[in-house]
């Protein structure tokens, strides 16, 4: 009887070692209300229709860049794109233009859920993120999403770890987001989206 409680006892504590190493004490939790997504949707899954996306998604990360540069929070830099809401519309429909069709775009501003997604060494929880949804024509072909703030989008000049931490991000976010530890590292990301749940259905 001694020797199974021993056992019990030994498990539990072997539990909670592996938990409070993944549990998010120190604010990783935050780290869905720091970033902006970019979703642009293609019209349908054609090799025409996908091309266009690309360049879509190209018009709106260079017209972006100068919007949110120098911006030094997420706060800031959703303000700036509701402020350009309409500016960003019309450079899609321009680059839609100029490549020859005439899809109308929709362009919206919210919450969107994504899946775990990698970028580079950058590795990013599923979870509800804010997100700058671009839905070209029927909006039923594949889609393509990234990063828009921190700028961690195709062609990021800087290393990712850099440029998190100029966007606010603590270090305890940035190295969730970075450090690839096996198992644990899978633990903690169940357990910070579990909890990001949590806190979203009250």
Known sequence: MKFRALIIFTSLVLLMTVCS??????????LYDKLI????LANSDSE???????KVRDAVLAYTEDIVSGCKDVTQAKAAIE??????QKVCEKTVEDEGYDY????QLGMEK?????YGSVTLPSGDYYSVRVMIGEAEGHNWWCVLFPPLCVGAAK???AVMKEAGLTKNEVDVLTENDGDKYVLKFRIIEFFRRAFSSK
């Open 21 to 30: 190493a993944a549990l998010p004490v120190n604010g990783e939790v935050g």
């Open 37 to 40: 997504r970019l979703h642009v």
């Open 48 to 54: 025409e229709d996908q091309a266009l996306k690309l």
């Open 83 to 88: 402020n350009s809401k309409n500016e960003i």
């Open 104 to 107: 109308p775009v929709s362009i």
């Open 114 to 118: 994504y899946p775990e997604k990698s």
């Open 159 to 161: 290393d990712g770890r």
